[in-house]
C-alpha cells in the first residue's frame, strides 16, 4: 500500500520550455504532497508543500514563478517549472502524506529527472 | 531548530558483515525518527520509523534501529549485509505536529564480494 506514482521519469527540452510533473497517489488520499529537489550526491531539499485545495507553502528561496504547484485533488499534485533553464536541471521528487502529523511517514515517487538543453 | 548528521558519507562492509549506520539528530521536543533507503534514479523507500513507543524498531529488509534518548541517535542497523543492500541511506526527522521532514546528508553503503 501507500504507492505514489510520478510521471514523467525523465524530462529533456530546451531552454525556455515550460515542463509539468505529476504526481499521483495511487492507493491513498493524500491529505499533503511534498516537493523536493536533489542534486547530485546531495541530500533532498524541500521545495513546497501542498494541501488539496489551497496554495503552496513555499520554502524560503524557492520561487513561486519559477516553480508553480497545483493541489487539485487528494490523488494528485503538479509541479510545473516555467520557461526552464539549464540550471533548473535537476532530480525532482515528490512525496505524499496520509496524514497531518508527523508521525505519518512520506511515501515517495521515484523521481524525475529534468535535464534542460 | 532540528538538524540531522549523518557520520560517514560512505561506508563499506563486506558481503555478510554488519551494517551500521549512523543518526544524531539534534530537537528540542520529542522527535519522529525515519530511515529511508535510495536506489540510483529512484525516490525513496521507508525502511522504518520511530514515534513512541519501543525504541528498537524493525523494519523492512531486515533493518532496524534504535532510538536513544540520552545519546539523541538513531543508528541504523543490519545483522548481516546483502549485495543488494548497496544504495544511499538517509535519516530524516519531524516533530510533533509538523509535518515537514528533515533530512541528513545521507550515507552510501557499498558492500564488497
Known amino acids: 500500500g501507500a504507492v505514489v506514482s510520478q510521471h514523467p521519469s525523465w524530462v529533456i527540452c530546451k531552454s525556455g520550455t515550460s515542463v509539468k510533473i505529476e504526481c499521483r497517489s495511487l492507493d491513498f488520499q493524500a491529505t499533503t504532497m511534498f516537493w523536493y529537489r536533489q542534486f547530485p550526491k546531495q541530500s533532498l531539499m524541500l521545495m513546497a508543500t501542498s494541501n488539496e485545495g489551497s496554495k503552496a507553502t513555499y520554502e524560503q528561496g524557492v520561487e513561486k514563478d519559477k516553480f508553480l504547484i497545483n493541489h487539485a485533488s487528494l490523488t494528485l499534485s503538479t509541479l510545473t517549472v516555467t520557461s526552464a533553464h539549464p540550471e533548473d536541471s535537476s532530480f525532482y521528487i515528490c512525496?505524499?502524506?496520509?496524514?497531518?502529523?508527523?508521525?505519518?511517514?512520506?511515501?515517495f515517487g521515484d523521481g524525475t529527472r529534468l535535464s534542460i538543453l | 531548530a532540528q538538524s540531522v548528521t549523518q557520520l560517514g558519507s560512505h561506508v563499506s562492509v563486506s558481503e555478510g558483515a554488519l551494517v551500521l549506520l549512523r543518526c544524531n539528530y539534534s530537537?528540542?521536543?520529542?522527535?519522529?525518527l525515519f530511515w529511508y533507503v535510495q536506489y540510483p534514479n529512484q525516490g525513496l523507500q521507508l525502511l522504518l520509523k520511530y514515534t513512541t513507543g519501543a525504541t528498537l524498531v524493525k523494519g523492512i529488509n531486515g533493518f532496524e534501529a534504535e532510538f536513544k534518548k540520552s545519546e539523541t541517535s538513531f543508528h541504523l542497523t543490519k545483522p548481516s549485509a546483502h549485495m543488494s543492500d548497496a544504495a544511499e541511506y538517509f535519516c530524516?526527522?519531524?516533530?510533533?505536529?509538523?509535518?515537514?521532514?528533515?533530512f541528513g546528508s545521507g550515507t552510501r553503503l557499498l558492500v564488497r564480494p
Open positions: 512525496s505524499a502524506s496520509l496524514g497531518v502529523q508527523g508521525e505519518q511517514p512520506q511515501h
Open positions: 530537537s528540542s521536543v520529542p522527535p519522529y
Open positions: 530524516a526527522v519531524s516533530k510533533g505536529s509538523s509535518y515537514k521532514l528533515i
